[in-house]
T-cell receptor, first 113, second 111 residues
Framework: KAGVTQTPRYLIKTRGQQVTLSCSPI?????VSWYQQTPGQGLQFLFE???????NKGNFPGRFSGRQFSNSRSEMNVSTLELGDSALYLC????????????FGPGTRLLVL | GQQLNQSPQSMFIQEGEDVSMNCTSS?????WLWYKQDPGEGPVLLIA???AGELTSNGRLTAQFGITRKDSFLNISASIPSDVGIYFC???????????WGAGTKLIIKP
């Protein structure tokens, strides 16, 4: 099975712009979770989508949004970028059931100038 | 957001030494997971634990699900240079399937 893929791998934007990141989960997985990781920090949970519905949400401002398509692929959008949004954005997929592990993609590294 | 208490924050060890790290929480979890992250990459699952008291090994790695369901530890025996990285614990609550993450333990091996 192919693993979780994320595109693009690297991105440079300027303040005020918006960005869309994409995640393709492992085939058969219906849950996609998004995380933000800043240098030296742990994983900060953004949101989780399961069967095209947002099931869980972290404590991020409304500038961070996401969606999931019928094929389970997910996109994350950040509007009005700020310097502090520079981070590694990770997505993880799972079947979405209890007692289930998440499998991570390689991440998208976003730099906001 | 809510996090698990993971310690130590970082470790400087000699090659060949054993390593131990742990995570604790005030909440009960049904699943404990341990991941390793190499620089610039996503975390990779090392060990998954599903039952209180469970002790599971993966090569030189051993992890245990605490009997109270509020803690877990990870041991690495006879460390080697490729063990460097950041190790994360994560616990899953049964109520909402969400994973709660520790802040990570950075492992550095002195030459």
């Amino acid at each position: 099975k192919a693993g979780v893929t994320q595109t693009p791998r690297y991105l440079i934007k300027t303040r005020g712009q918006q960005v869309t990141l994409s995640c393709s989960p492992i085939s058969g997985h219906r849950s996609v979770s998004w995380y933000q990781q800043t240098p030296g920090q742990g994983l900060q949970f953004l949101f989780e989508y399961f069967s095209e519905t947002q099931r869980n949400k972290g404590n991020f401002p409304g500038r961070f949004s996401g969606r999931q398509f019928s094929n389970s692929r997910s996109e994350m959008n950040v509007s009005t970028l700020e310097l502090g949004d520079s981070a590694l954005y990770l997505c993880a997929s799972s079947q979405g059931l209890a007692e289930e592990t998440q499998y991570f993609g390689p991440g998208t590294r976003l730099l906001v100038l | 957001g809510q996090q698990l208490n993971q310690s130590p924050q970082s470790m400087f060890i000699q090659e060949g030494e054993d390593v131990s790290m742990n995570c604790t929480s005030s909440s009960i979890f049904n699943t404990w997971l341990w991941y390793k992250q190499d620089p610039g990459e996503g975390p990779v699952l090392l060990i998954a634990l599903y039952k209180a008291g469970e002790l599971t090994s993966n090569g030189r790695l051993t992890a245990q699900f605490g009997i109270t369901r509020k803690d877990s530890f990870l041991n690495i025996s006879a460390s080697i240079p490729s063990d460097v990285g950041i190790y994360f614990c994560a616990g899953q609550k049964v109520s909402n399937y969400q994973l709660i993450w520790g802040a990570g333990t950075k492992l550095i091996i002195k030459p």
